[in-house]
T-cell receptor, first 113, second 113 residues
Framework: TQLLEQSPQFLSIQEGENLTVYCNSS?????LQWYRQEPGEGPVLLVT?????EVKKLKRLTFQFGDARKDSSLHITAAQPGDTGLYLC?????????????FGDGTTLTVKP | EPEVTQTPSHQVTQMGQEVILRCVPISNHLYFYWYRQILGQKVEFLVSFYNNEISEKSEIFDDQFSVERPDGSNFTLKIRSTKLEDSAMYFCASSDLGETEAFFGQGTRLTVV
């Protein structure tokens, strides 16, 4: 059973377009992280969301945690080729250690110049 | 900026041999983790370590795996008798007590031949 489902699995867009990727679950998470991973490298933390309904912005990236803390979205405005990569969401279930996270399969984003 | 460092970056070993993967977590962090990512698959939790003992482990972390914090800075993952299916990227991560996110190293690519 997939605890965290990410969609779409692949996304290819032109530079300048906007996009949204989703991370959904039937489970409630105490926190949810978004990471970006380049080929052959480790996941790099982008943001952590903790409170239901929370919205965080990181330059052109906007992260939202669902009110029920079961889902999250990542919106990128005016995508650039440098945004290309694998975007992973990872959730910590309640009563688990910080950092013991369940990862989704990821969304592979390609931004073409 | 503090970071998690892993060595070696790439290790090739013969099936049946023992390997030790090394990690230096962020210095003031208290929780340490190992994750692995088989090529093309999702990041999977292996084990978490706190206060000099394993706090949680997954089904993947069977008797051939062990972890150790031999001194105040290193955190190691030992695979006793490697199998072909152990080939993967192994990521070390660490987090601070009370934090909800983990910071990942760049990974060690283990290839078992």
């Amino acid at each position: 059973t997939q605890l965290l489902e990410q969609s779409p699995q692949f996304l290819s867009i032109q530079e300048g377009e906007n996009l949204t990727v989703y991370c959904n679950s039937s489970s409630v998470f105490s926190s949810l992280q978004w990471y970006r991973q380049e080929p052959g490298e480790g996941p790099v933390l982008l943001v952590t969301v903790v409170t239901g309904g929370e919205v965080k912005k990181l330059k052109r990236l906007t992260f939202q945690f669902g009110d029920a803390r079961k889902d999250s979205s990542l919106h990128i405005t005016a995508a650039q080729p440098g945004d290309t990569g694998l975007y992973l969401c990872a959730g910590a279930l309640p009563n688990t250690n910080a950092g013991k996270s369940t990862f989704g399969d990821g969304t592979t984003l390609t931004v073409k110049p | 900026e503090p970071e998690v460092t892993q060595t070696p970056s790439h290790q090739v070993t013969q099936m049946g041999q023992e390997v030790i993967l090394r990690c230096v977590p962020i210095s003031n962090h208290l929780y340490f983790y190992w994750y692995r990512q088989i090529l093309g698959q999702k990041v999977e939790f292996l084990v978490s370590f706190y206060n000099n003992e394993i706090s949680e482990k997954s089904e993947i972390f069977d008797d051939q795996f062990s972890v150790e914090r031999p001194d105040g800075s290193n955190f190691t993952l030992k695979i006793r008798s490697t199998k072909l299916e152990d080939s993967a990227m192994y990521f070390c991560a660490s987090s601070d007590l009370g934090e909800t996110e983990a910071f990942f190293g760049q990974g060690t690519r283990l290839t078992v031949v």
